[in-house]
Nanobody, 120 residues
Framework: QVQLVESGGGLVQAGGSLRLSCTAS????????VGWFRQAPGKDREFVAT??????????SYADSVKGRFTISRDNAKNTVYLQMNFLKPEDTAVYYC???????????WGQGTQVTVSS
């Protein structure tokens, strides 16, 4: 199984930006899909974005609430997936989790989460 470590969370004002990182150890992300999820206090965990990674391409998808503001990307050399978050809103405040799994299979590996707080 792949081990995941998230970083990059913090406190930012509304309209600001943050970049989250999800770094894998134990294996590469090749032929995996990697997702970002978030959970706000008192709410269920929700999907944010995902990227499917193969040696020759990657495909992405986003929740409607973050389309046009968030971008998921990868750096193969660093075995890292990023979530660039722009034009942040207070409702984006949550613990953000990275998850990964072999393409076509459930997300079997999860990180510990990183807190993102957006002040108004």
């Amino acid at each position: 199984q792949v081990q995941l470590v998230e970083s990059g969370g913090g406190l930012v004002q509304a309209g600001g930006s943050l970049r989250l990182s999800c770094t894998a150890s134990g294996r590469t992300f090749n032929n995996y899909h990697v997702g970002w999820f978030r959970q706000a206090p008192g709410k269920d965990r929700e999907f944010v974005a995902t990227i499917s990674i193969s040696p020759w391409s990657s495909t992405t998808s986003y929740a409607d609430s973050v389309k046009g503001r968030f971008t998921i990307s990868r750096d193969n050399a660093k075995n890292t997936v990023y979530l660039q978050m722009n034009f942040l809103k207070p409702e984006d405040t949550a613990v953000y989790y990275c998850a990964a799994g072999p393409t076509g299979q459930p997300f079997g590996s999860w990180g510990q989460g990183t807190q993102v707080t957006v002040s108004s």
